[in-house]
């Protein structure tokens, strides 16, 4: 069965960095778009990131352009997030979730798998 | 940025119909994808491509989307549907959340 399973998360200060891990199994990881969800506590779903199949193109939400980077190692069945320059707004369960795709028409289908998230606090 | 409206709170009599709404510019033009997120729980897709159900999902979840609105729609809503829900949109190569819905059953 699919699992993805989030590690990384722990409190850091403002400022540090973190690098979250996210181990898939159970699917051909390198068939699919991969991406990370964030929920700052009591709030909602805030996207973050999604990395194509093959690593070729990334895409970030504004409020972490230029912090963040996405990645993915295929090999490793991991995809991965680092976390530069934290601030406390960063403070959230951090979620990877998998792409699903139509076999028949490619299209999305939605974010069919998620991780049980990892908390990530960013605190002095 | 592109932007999805969803009411806060929705209440509903169980075995009544629920209806959930989801608004953004052109929103019919998209797909529209739906989650059910549980307290303490990872979020599940119940509805993807606007009106299709994963397998798994009851058959009282159904989905439709034109115009600027996409709406959740649960059919003799039980108990167990009570918790909050948020609507999802591709814009461009980004993706959006609506702010979520919390049902209330009672």
């Known amino acids: 069965q699919v699992q993805l399973v989030e590690s990384g998360g722990g409190v850091v200060q403002p400022g540090r960095s973190l690098r979250l891990s996210c181990a898939a199994s159970g699917f051909t990881f390198s068939s699919y778009g991969m991406h990370w969800v964030r929920q700052a506590p009591g709030k909602g779903l805030e996207w973050v990131a999604v990395i194509w199949f093959d690593g070729s193109n990334k895409y970030y939400a504004d409020s972490v352009k230029g912090r963040f980077t996405i990645s993915r190692d295929n090999s490793k069945n991991t995809l991965y997030l680092q976390m530069n320059s934290l601030r406390t707004e960063d403070t959230a369960v951090y979620y990877c979730a998998k792409e699903g795709n139509d076999v028949l028409t490619g299209l999305n289908t939605g974010f069919d798998y998620w991780g049980q998230g990892t908390l990530v606090t960013v605190s002095s | 940025s592109y932007e999805l409206t969803q009411p806060p709170s929705v209440s509903v009599s169980p075995g009544q119909t629920a209806s959930i709404t989801c608004s953004g510019d052109k929103l019919g033009d998209k797909y529209t994808y739906w989650y059910q997120q549980k307290p303490g729980q990872s979020p599940v897709l119940v509805i993807y491509?606007?009106?299709n159900r994963p397998s798994g999902i009851p058959e009282r979840f159904s989905g439709s989307n034109s115009g600027n609105t996409a709406t959740l729609t649960i059919s003799g809503t039980q108990a167990m549907d009570e918790t909050d829900y948020y609507c999802q949109a591709w814009d461009s190569s980004s993706v959006v959340f609506g702010g979520g819905t919390k049902l209330t059953v009672l």
């Open positions: 491509q606007d009106t």
